[in-house]
T-cell receptor, first 115, second 110 residues
Framework: DAGVIQSPRHEVTEMGQEVTLRCKPI?????LFWYRQTMMRGLELLIY????????DSGMPEDRFSAKMPNASFSTLKIQPSEPRDSAVYFC?????????????FGEGSRLTVL | QKEVEQDPGPLSVPEGAIVSLNCTYS??????FMWYRQYSRKGPELLMY????GNKEDGRFTAQVDKSSKYISLFIRDSQPSDSATYLC??????????FGKGTTLSVSS
């Protein structure tokens, strides 16, 4: 398997523009997670899905952020409108099942810069 | 207070040194504990995990958990330049998401 695939790897946009980040989890994994990483706050959970259903979105910072998982092989994280403070690396990760150790497999991240 | 606290460093050591990385956590419901390693501009990768208090050893790496004091440690013996990375501790419980510390950036000089 190719692992978790994220796109784009880099995105530079102007404040106010819509940003869409994409993720393809590892085939067969039933959990998908979106994390955001900054120097100040580290790796923070935004939202996660189980079998395409959002389970916990309490980490989504505000209504400008939305995430969808229309099928088992694709998820999007959308920011509309984007702001400079959204600049971060956004990681998608997937996992199979809930049993220990439940290793998370991360993608390489999408580095977002909002000017 | 974050559920998992970790000193971000940076930490710089000479090759061959013993490295100690530490975290504390506040949620006593956490059942398992992990260390992820992240190289520059890459995603984190699982390094070690443990389900209970005590030590777990894997080559030059030892993970230690003390549930009574809510303390998580990672020791690296005979550190190598290739160990230079960010190390993230994480804690979780069944059926929920992992909660990560901020990560400690380690640099090992040759």
């Amino acid at each position: 398997d190719a692992g978790v695939i994220q796109s784009p790897r880099h995105e530079v946009t102007e404040m106010g523009q819509e940003v869409t980040l994409r993720c393809k989890p590892i085939s067969g994994h039933d959990y998908l997670f979106w994390y955001r990483q900054t120097m100040m706050r580290g790796l923070e959970l935004l939202i996660y899905f189980n079998n395409n259903v959002p389970i916990d979105d309490s980490g989504m910072p505000e209504d400008r952020f939305s995430a969808k998982m229309p099928n088992a092989s694709f998820s999007t994280l959308k920011i509309q409108p984007s702001e400079p403070r959204d600049s971060a690396v956004y990681f998608c990760a997937s996992r199979y099942g809930t049993g220990f150790p439940g290793e998370l497999f991360f993608g390489e991240g999408s580095r977002l810069t909002v000017l | 207070q974050k559920e998992v606290e970790q000193d971000p460093g940076p930490l710089s050591v000479p090759e061959g040194a013993i490295v100690s990385l530490n975290c504390t956590y506040s949620n006593s419901a956490f059942q398992y504990f992990m260390w992820y390693r992240q190289y520059s501009r890459k995603g984190p990768e699982l390094l070690m995990y443990t389900y209970s208090s005590g030590n777990k050893e894997d080559g030059r790496f030892t993970a230690q958990v003390d549930k009574s004091s809510k303390y998580i440690s990672l020791f690296i013996r005979d550190s190598q330049p290739s160990d230079s990375a960010t190390y993230l501790c994480a804690a979780g419980r069944e059926g929920t998401a992992l909660i990560f510390g901020k990560g400690t950036t380690l640099s090992v000089s040759s």
